[in-house]
């Protein structure tokens, strides 16, 4: 760990407590249950997927899942509100490790599959300590902005020649077993978190 110079961070798992069943349930509270089905941060649906790689925008995702369901008076900001349920918060304790970790002289980013509909709500969590969300990152790589979706080989080395930084002077926490697989493959350490863990004890050798 005395080689890191850079954290890249996940959001959804990582910084962000996620919970599935509660945004199963809002789906199925609108009466779109096929959607509720849908619903799997590790292998989404195609649809969720073009919105994340920024194929479709969030309106057309919502089109696409009042077609699958035949629930036309479903609104947009409904919708959202109900995939928005997956995000609970990010902990203070998260913030404040990054604030550390800055003070200490590391960069620190974001990596993460995402959408503009979740990361309005996420942006609004990492406020919570009185801050704005781009005050704890370098630089923030999100999937829909890229059209690139990780576990993929191209978004890591678009990340790399934008930043600059180097694979193995680098640490890469993500939930999935993939993506975390696609960037030890490049030279990165890594490191999977259980749900919910505090992982600060990383960063106790620096």
């Known amino acids: 760990m005395?080689?890191?110079?850079?954290?890249?961070?996940?959001l959804g798992g990582v910084l962000v407590k996620l919970d599935i069943e509660r945004c199963k349930a809002a789906f199925v509270n609108l009466g779109m249950p096929q959607v509720a089905e849908l619903v799997d941060p590790y292998h989404p649906a195609a649809m969720i997927g073009q919105l994340e790689k920024g194929e479709i925008d969030f309106h057309e995702a919502c089109v696409q899942m009042r077609r699958l369901t035949g629930r036309a008076e479903v609104t947009d900001e409904q919708i959202a509100d109900a995939y928005a349920a997956f995000l609970t918060d990010v902990p203070v304790r998260n913030l404040r490790l990054i604030d550390t970790l800055r003070s200490r002289g590391l960069k620190t980013y974001v990596l993460s599959n995402n959408n503009p509909a979740s990361m309005e709500v996420i942006r609004r969590m990492f406020t919570a300590d009185g801050r704005t969300m781009d005050h704890y990152f370098?630089?923030?790589?999100?999937?829909y902005q890229m059209h690139l979706l990780k576990p993929s080989e191209e978004i890591f080395r678009r990340m790399i020649a934008d930043s600059g930084m180097r694979p193995e002077e680098s640490l890469f926490i993500d939930d999935s077993q993939r993506n975390v697989n696609a960037a030890r493959a490049l030279g990165f350490a890594v490191y999977r978190p259980s749900p919910d863990e505090d992982f600060a004890h990383l960063f106790d050798p620096l």
Do not use: G, K
């Open 2 to 10: 005395d080689t890191i110079r850079n954290v890249i961070f996940d």
């Open 138 to 143: 370098d630089r923030i790589y999100l999937s």
